[in-house]
C-alpha cells in the first residue's frame, strides 16, 4: 500500500470518528471502527473495554518496545458550534468536526504509522499502538487500566495536537478544594471574622505565591485560583467561603512536595483532589528526541495534561494540529497537517526503529 493510500485512508477513518459519537467512557462505536480498520487491514488485536490495542507482527521480547498511543474519546460539544460536531465537513482544506483535533488526527496518524511499520521484520524496537479510551475524563478505564495487559513499555509517542512539535515536557496538576473559614452571622450585625473579606487576602497570597526551582523546559510551577462561591442569601454571612486551585506542576517537583507545602503556609485549608497526576518528560538526549530535531522538530514544554501522565516510561508528546483549538466551537483539523504528520512520524520512526 503507498502512502498516499495509507493516508486517505487515515482521513477516511477520521471522518468516520467525527460521525460517531464518542463522549468520555461512551466510546464502544469509536472502539468498533478502530477493530474494523484492523480487520481490513489483517492486524491481529485485542478489544479491552473501548481499548483496542496491537503490537507488530514481528514482536520480540528481547527488544524495547515504543508505545504509539492516542484517544478517541471527545468532550461534549459546546454551545458555541456553528456547524454540526458530528458530520465530517470538509472546507478551505480543513476538515471540521468534533475531536477532529483533540485527538482524532493524531489518533489515525498514529494508527496509519502503525499500521506501515506493523508487518516489517528486523525492527529495532517493538512497536505496540494503543488506541485508548476516558482520555478527557481521566477515567478508570482509560489507558490506565491497559498498561497491565500490554508488553512493559520502554518509550512512548503520546499522539495530542502539538503543530508536530516535541513536547518533551508536560506538566503536572493537583486540583485543591480550599476552605476560608469564618464566623457565620446576621448581615446587620457585626462580625470582624466575615469569611468574604478574609478571602481578599488568601487571594492575594495565592496570586503572589512562587515556587523556588524552575524547570528548564516547564518554566515555574503555576498557581491559579479557577473558582470562588460562598453564600446563599443576602442577609446572612456564610460560614466559609469555597475555592477551587489549579496547580500546575513542573518536573522539579513531585506533587507530594506541592502539597507539603500548601499544608504548611497556605492560609487556608486545602484538600487535594489527588496527588498522582505528575509531571512527565522525557530526556532531552533520547534519540527519539535526537531523531526528531534532526528532521527540524522544535522541542519545547508543554502545560496542557494527557495521559502521559498515567506512564512509568519517557514519553514524548507529539502530533499534527494545534492545542488551541481544542474543545473550541467549530474544532477543525487541516487535512494537510494530517499528510504531514503521518509522514513525520514514519520519518522519525525510520531514524530510529
Sequence with gaps: MTLKTLTTKAIGLLEQLIETPSFSSEESATASLLEHWCKTHEIAYTRIN?????????????????????????????????KNPFQAIREDGKLYGLGSNDAGGCLVSLLATF??????????????????????????????????????????????????????????LI???????????????PNDDNPIYK?????RWFQQVQFEKESEV????????????????????????????DVRVNDRYQNEEIDRY????????MTARGL????????????????????????????????????????LKLGPGDSTRSHT???????????????????LLNNVI
Excluded at 53 to 73: G, I, R
Excluded at 218 to 231: D, E, R, Y
Excluded at 329 to 345: K, S, T, V
Aim: glycine share 6%; aromatic share 8%; hydrophobic share 35%.
Design 50 to 82: 473501548n481499548n483496542v490495542w496491537a503490537k507488530n507482527k514481528f514482536f520480540n521480547p528481547s527488544l524495547p518496545t515504543l508505545l504509539l498511543n492516542s484517544h478517541h474519546d471527545t468532550v461534549k460539544p459546546n454551545n458555541g458550534y456553528t
Design 115 to 172: 499500521t506501515y511499520f506493523y508487518a516489517q521484520p528486523n525492527l529495532k524496537y517493538n512497536l505496540v499502538f494503543a488506541g485508548t479510551a476516558e482520555e478527557e475524563s481521566s477515567g478508570p478505564n482509560g489507558l490506565n487500566s491497559l498498561l497491565q495487559n500490554l508488553p512493559p513499555i520502554d518509550v512512548a509517542i503520546v499522539g495530542e495536537p502539538t503543530e508536530m512539535k516535541l513536547a518533551i515536557a508536560e506538566k503536572g
Design 175 to 189: 486540583v485543591y478544594d480550599a476552605v476560608v473559614s469564618g464566623t457565620p452571622g446576621h448581615a446587620a450585625h
Design 199 to 203: 478571602t481578599v487576602d488568601v487571594l
Design 218 to 245: 516547564l518554566g515555574p510551577v503555576k498557581v491559579t485560583v479557577s473558582q470562588i462561591n460562598a453564600g446563599k442569601q443576602h442577609n446572612a454571612i456564610p460560614s466559609q467561603v469555597n475555592l477551587v486551585v
Design 262 to 269: 500548601f499544608q504548611q503556609y497556605a492560609p487556608c485549608t
Design 276 to 315: 498522582h497526576l505528575n509531571a512527565s518528560s522525557i530526556p532531552a538526549h533520547h534519540e527519539l528526541v535526537l531523531a526528531g530535531k534532526k528532521l527540524g522538530m522544535p522541542s519545547y514544554g508543554s502545560p496542557t495534561l494527557s495521559d502521559q501522565v498515567v506512564l512509568n516510561c519517557p514519553s
Design 329 to 347: 466551537a467549530d474544532e477543525f483539523i487541516y487535512l494537510r497537517e494530517i499528510e504531514a504528520g503521518i509522514e513525520q512520524y514514519i520519518q
